[in-house]
Structure formats: C-alpha cells, structure tokens
C-alpha cells in the first residue's frame, strides 16, 4: 500500500470509511508532497502556532511551496539543481544561472551569494547559496518565502531542521522503531509508530523540563521583559540625577529655567514612565 501503482491488495471494503484506519490508508496512496498541505492545515487547525515550514531539497518542490504559502505560512527549504525555473528580470533561468546572477556576499563566512527572484508560479523569494562542507568547490542553495530576512537568520532557521533528523536516529535506535515490534496489520503497524512517537514526546517533555529554562514558558519570557524593563529604568533615572547634578553647579538663572522644562517634560510622561523617575524629580 506504498503507493498506488505498487499497491498490492489495495483498501479492503469491509473497513469503516469514517474510522481513522481507512483514513491513513488512503494517505498511504498519496506522495509525501501531496500529503503536507493537509498535515499543515491538520496542525494548525489542533492549535500549533508556526511561522515557518523547513524541509529538504526532496520537498521544495514550487506547487508545494505556493500551496503552502497560500495557507499563511513561509517556506525555507533546500533546493535541487533541477529543472525549476526562476524569473530575473523578465528572463527564465536555472539555479545554476541564478548562481552566477546572484551578487557576492562580503565578510560572510560560508555564505557565497544571494538573490531575490520568483519562481515560475509567481511566488517571490530569497536564494542563499552557501558553500558545500563536504565538497569545498560547491554551493548548496537555501530558499525562503519570506523575504525580509537577512542571509544569516535564513540560515540560522534552516538549521532547526536538524532536529527532525535527531528524531529519526532517536526513534529508530534508541526506540527501537523497526525491530521492536513485527506484524502484518496495517492498523498495528500504525498504532506501533504512534506509540514510539509518544514516547518520543514524553521523553522530550521531560527533558525539557530537567534541562531547558524555556520551560518556564510565560514566566521566562516576562522575567526577560521585566530585565528590559529594570535596565530602561535605571537609565533613566541615571539621566535625571545627571541632571540634578549639573543644575547643582548652574547658577540660580539657569536651574529655574532647566527645572521648569524639566517639570512640564515630567508633566507630559504617561504615569507608567513617571513611576520610575525618582521622588524628588516628580516633586520639584
């Protein structure tokens, strides 16, 4: 039931159309690229909050990355020297020529040129072209849909996808994916993937929880917010005692006009600001 040319013995009629057993089976006649708009939409619609969709150069395909940001979400991917084309300036060209039409970056380590383009089907880009690590005289290519961002946070993002790859090694070798359970049901096969998926979630969970100060969640992020916050304050009221000091040393002329501005610059603060200016400012 891989696919369905290979398919052998197809979606028996005695299974229940409504049951999520004939569901996966019909998934299982699709290609991996036909299945991601629904798994996306399925993702979104249970509550995930995402931006960005990463994935390999197997999956960048152009109809796939237009549907995908039809959805509301951007692309960053690998892309294949392949016969996609993309539009320079009214003209139809390959990765390779996009290569040499893209303009050389400087003091960037490892990233060779970039380009804003569109693809065939109307959707604008950014290509980074990065050097190879395992072939030094080649480039790779990084796409993203979303071009506004810098070469450097494309790549930076493209690298989260590591973790997926994390995830397989794990579940295969430590969870014992393959070898642990064997049977001819195509149901248990999928109940048994479920189930070392699980696993794998509750692991994570916890070591999230163990290790990983994000896990604080709302509360990490506020104490980051109320730090930003202390810094702005102090600085503040650095700059107002500077000021008491230098009126100190003014003659009595130039201290009755600096805190008279200075009291209807005070005046005109929202109450939020005033509370950090100190007592004696806010009472001149």
Same mark, same amino acid.
């Given at each position: ?5 290979? #398919? ?21 006649? #699709? &290609?991996?690229?036909?299945?991601? !708009? ?40 690998? +892309? ?7 539009? +320079? ?23 060779? @040129?970039?380009?804003? &383009? ?5 959707? !604008? ?7 190879? @690590? ?21 790549? @930076? ?8 790859? +994390?995830?397989?090694?794990? &579940? ?24 070392? /998926? ?16 994000? &896990?604080?969640?709302?509360? /990490? ?15 503040? #009221? #650095? ?9 100190d040393k003014s003659n009595k002329k130039i ?14 603060? !929202? ?6 200016? !100190?007592?004696s400012v806010c009472e001149s």
């Amino acid at each position: 039931m891989s696919s369905k040319k290979s #398919q052998i013995n197809g979606i028996s009629e005695n299974i229940d159309k409504r049951s999520s057993g004939y569901k996966r089976r019909k998934e299982a006649l #699709q &290609t991996a690229p036909e299945q991601i !708009p629904g798994m996306i939409a399925r993702a979104m619609n249970s509550g995930i909050d995402a931006s960005y969709v990463l994935m390999d150069s197997w999956f960048t395909q152009q109809p796939l990355i237009k549907e995908i940001t039809e959805q509301g979400l951007d692309v960053i991917g690998m +892309v294949k020297k392949l016969k996609q084309r993309y539009f +320079v300036d009214g003209k139809r060209v390959s990765l390779d020529e996009l290569y040499r039409l893209a303009k050389p970056t400087s003091g960037k380590k490892g990233i060779l @040129r970039s380009i804003h &383009t569109t693809q065939a089907n109307g959707v !604008p880009i950014k290509v980074v072209f990065v050097r190879n @690590r395992n072939k030094k005289s080649d480039w790779l290519a990084i796409l993203s849909t979303d071009c506004t961002l810098s070469d450097q946070e494309i790549i @930076r993002i493209y690298g989260m996808r590591w973790d997926i790859e +994390v995830f397989f090694k794990t &579940t295969k070798s430590l969870l014992k994916l393959q070898k642990e359970f064997q049977s001819r049901s195509y149901d248990a096969l999928i109940s048994h993937t479920t189930i070392v /998926f699980a696993r794998y979630i509750v692991l994570s969970w916890q070591n999230r929880c163990s290790v990983d100060d994000r &896990t604080l969640s709302g509360m /990490f992020y506020e104490l980051c917010d109320e730090i930003d916050d202390l810094d702005w304050a102090v600085a503040l #009221q #650095q700059l107002v005692e500077i000021l008491e000091d230098t009126l100190d040393k003014s003659n009595k002329k130039i201290q009755q006009l600096i805190k008279s501005q200075l009291q209807q610059w005070i005046a005109g603060l !929202p109450n939020y600001i005033k509370v950090y200016l !100190p007592v004696s400012v806010c009472e001149s």
